[in-house]
């Protein structure tokens, strides 16, 4: 098994942008908030022979701290506070949060903690694990392999679409949780930038000042699931979590995340004052063509002209889905695309893990995702789910 003397993380920033967003929300709104999160294995867990390794790594991700030249970087944005960077050029990895353990070979992890500080573990964990497995299982995988991999796949992109207007293509780098490693990352979004047009920017902000990109992300499930405990009155949870959102970004990041309860009871709360608000709506679950078609009812039922609007799909994408949604849509409102894991760690022979960090409590309460894809739903305790599916007027069936 590969052992490892150095840091994979090496900066704060190696991270997905909506962390760092939410986290400054939080910040400002939430200071106090206790929340629980757990590892999800969404297909086999075969994980735990490497608890050690990843709690090696975990240890060595208490010393990070932001650089000057990155909280300079970070001040160039208008939408972060100096009152946030502050604290979080001082901010450490607090690792008494994280509980790893090997049962039986699964890999569990539970952390604990403020939601301030407990938000940024997440992505980078994610990404731990995926390195690590994958280096393991896959040793010779270099990023000129990934490289060559991605050059042959550009060339069938370019291929496909030959007259086609890409005019209006617009993709996005969302592959930090679920990369292969961050050498193949980094690599696989340099050439984009060299050879790709449409690429115009990465979630992630330590690529992205590197290569001189635009960071993007807007916010995450978790943003919608603490506020089921957050709020005084669950049916309203969604609304508020939009409108605080609202009240700390302003005109920045108005792009909301649609499928926490689903997109029908979304749309439900999306109501005129918020429809014009944000700028557009994110897709990550369930059947995307059926998901746009009911965005754009929404916006003409409003009297709000879909032109002026965005629709970010970020499920699982791969540039065949990609031009086939672009081809669609992109006559009927503004389109993008943000690609993760068919991108960073879309390489012959390797099949990426299916893994994911979620709150399952919120000051010491429970918390839930459902979702429009039912094996992405989830929820600790039975009697809440039921009580939000009920508020939410959404068939239940019982199941985890």
Known sequence: MK???YPIIQTLLDTDAYKLHMQQAVFFCYKNVHVVAELICRGPNVLGNYSNILLDQINMMESLSLTHEEYLYMNSFPFFKKEYLHWLKNFRYNITQVKVNNYNGQLHI???GLWKEVILW???????????FHKNHNPEITPKIA??????KLKKFFYSTKGLDLSRLKIIDFGTRRRFSYDVQYSIIK???ETFPFLIGSSNYHISRILKLSPVGTQAHEWFQAHQQISSNLRYSQSLALKIWLCQYNNYLSIALTDCITMDSFL????????KSYQGIRHDSGDPIQWAEKALKHYKRLGIDPSTKTLLFSDNLNFKKIITLYKKFQSKINVMFGIGTQLTCD???VKPLNIVIKLVKCNGKPVAKISDSPGKKFCLDKKFMESLFQTFNLPFNGSK
């Open 3 to 5: 052992k490892y003397n």
């Open 110 to 112: 539970r952390i604990t």
């Open 122 to 132: 997440e992505v980078p964990i994610l990404s731990l694990i995926s390195e690590i």
């Open 147 to 152: 490289i060559n991999y991605l050059n042959l």
């Open 191 to 193: 050439r984009l930038k």
């Open 268 to 275: 439900r709360d999306f109501d005129l004052f918020l429809s």
């Open 347 to 349: 390489i012959p022979n």
